[in-house]
């Protein structure tokens, strides 16, 4: 089956320590995204990715890093410069062509303490 | 940039109508997309409108008019399981998608 997979599902941090959230698709997407959901908030965007090794910063880059080696694989490091890291993640990829819907990872809760 | 603006909280009642309404300003519009959040869940995608006018997919249906800034969302026959927020996406032609905070609807008997 097609999907799009996050794992964890919760993660538990002390401060000051990188943490790196896994997002695995096989839907064969080109674009793949990070977001980042406060409570009672919206998605905000972290980075993008329209095509392998290369990706581009988000409304909220600052703090985290991405990488895209493979197609199938976007992981997102939440770095120790990331003040307020504790939110819900969330990954999605989807097509390039225009009006193709995002398909998204089932999130990640991450947590500092 | 882009801003996107949709209410807040809504409350209806079992069996109603109701519509949920985004207005954005932004560059490059290429659509705008209406995804569907339950609590602690991802988005799930409900629909798509790059043209003027109304798409009508079963009890749902999404409005668009390009020239003003507009959408909506309109729910029909609501049931108890369509209490959940309701996310406006702009998609721009730069392949970024912009979500607004969304519109958390809550459905009573």
């Known amino acids: 089956d097609g999907g799009i997979t996050q794992s964890p599902k919760y993660l538990f941090r002390k401060e000051g320590q990188n943490v790196t959230l896994s997002c695995e698709q096989n839907?064969?997407?080109?674009?793949m995204y990070w977001y980042r959901q406060d409570p009672g908030q919206g998605l905000r965007l972290i980075y993008y990715?329209?095509?392998?090794?290369?990706?581009q910063k988000g409304d909220i880059a600052e703090g985290y890093s991405v990488s895209r080696e493979k197609k199938e694989s976007f992981p997102l490091t939440v770095t120790s410069a990331q003040k307020n890291p504790t939110a819900f993640y969330l990954c999605?990829?989807?097509?390039?062509?225009?009006?193709?819907?995002?398909?998204f990872g089932q999130g990640t809760r991450l947590t500092v303490v | 940039g882009q801003n996107i603006d949709q209410p807040t909280e809504m409350t209806a009642t079992e069996g109603a109508i109701v519509q949920i309404n985004c207005t954005y300003q932004?560059?490059?519009?290429?659509?705008l997309f209406w995804y569907q959040q339950h609590a602690g869940e991802a988005p799930t995608f409900l629909s798509y409108n790059v043209l003027d006018g109304l798409e009508e997919k079963g009890r749902f249906s999404s409005f668009l008019s390009r020239s003003k800034g507009y959408s909506y969302l309109l729910l029909k026959e609501l049931q108890m399981k369509d209490s959940a927020s309701y996310l406006c996406a702009v998609e721009t032609n730069a392949g970024k998608s912009t979500f607004g905070d969304g519109t958390t609807l809550t459905v009573k008997p």
């Open positions: 990715s329209q095509i392998v090794n290369d990706f």
């Open positions: 839907l064969n997407h080109d674009a």
């Open positions: 932004t560059s490059g519009f290429n659509g």
């Open positions: 999605a990829s989807k097509g390039t062509r225009s009006g193709t819907e995002a398909f």
